[in-house]
């Protein structure tokens, strides 16, 4: 008597093509907070408050004020104020990016609105209309006035 044939059952996800890995952009806090998405297919309206790091590749139309660093891939838009640990510009932001400790400007990102920083990096081919105020951090402005009287 023969054995009856038993078919194999398909390998999960084996259809699936596998996801392409990208190089998570440098960080300065901890490794351990997570990164939140927008992607570049999504229009959002609201504001973004909390704790942790936010990629921005889609629009984005309201405040952000997150205790993490903010992204800006080139291509996104982000119309609102900015207060972040840290902002990385390489799409375009339309308001002003305040009391964030790092700013960096990359080649294809815009600024139109005022900055202030503590330090600010700016790459060739970035463009900014407004005013930039940068290096002025809490530690130079609580310093005493020195006295010339003797």
């Given at each position: 008597?023969?054995?009856?044939a038993?078919?194999?059952?398909?390998?999960?996800f084996a259809d699936?093509?596998a996801?392409?890995s990208f190089?998570?952009?440098?960080?300065?806090g901890?490794s351990?907070v997570?990164?939140s998405?927008?992607?570049?297919?999504?229009?959002?309206?609201?504001?973004i408050?909390?704790?942790?790091?936010v990629?921005?590749?889609g629009?984005?139309?309201?405040?952000?004020?997150?205790?993490?660093?903010?992204?800006?891939?080139?291509?996104?838009k982000?119309?609102?104020?900015v207060r972040?640990?840290?902002?990385?510009?390489g799409?375009?932001v339309?308001?002003?990016i305040?009391s964030a400790s790092?700013?960096?400007?990359?080649?294809?990102?815009?600024?139109?609105?005022?900055?202030?920083?503590?330090?600010?990096?700016v790459?060739a081919?970035?463009?900014?209309?407004?005013?930039?105020?940068f290096g002025?951090?809490?530690?130079?402005?609580?310093k005493?006035?020195?006295?010339?009287v003797?």
């Amino acid at each position: 008597m023969a054995e009856p044939a038993f078919e194999t059952e398909p390998e999960p996800f084996a259809d699936v093509p596998a996801m392409t890995s990208f190089a998570p952009p440098r960080r300065l806090g901890s490794s351990d907070v997570r990164e939140s998405v927008i992607s570049s297919d999504i229009t959002i309206e609201g504001k973004i408050e909390g704790t942790g790091h936010v990629r921005l590749a889609g629009r984005f139309k309201g405040d952000v004020h997150i205790q993490g660093d903010l992204t800006i891939d080139a291509g996104a838009k982000l119309t609102g104020g900015v207060r972040a640990n840290s902002v990385v510009v390489g799409g375009e932001v339309e308001g002003n990016i305040e009391s964030a400790s790092r700013v960096e400007l990359l080649s294809t990102g815009i600024l139109n609105g005022d900055l202030k920083a503590g330090t600010l990096t700016v790459a060739a081919g970035s463009r900014m209309r407004g005013r930039a105020e940068f290096g002025w951090g809490e530690e130079l402005q609580l310093k005493p006035a020195r006295s010339n009287v003797s």
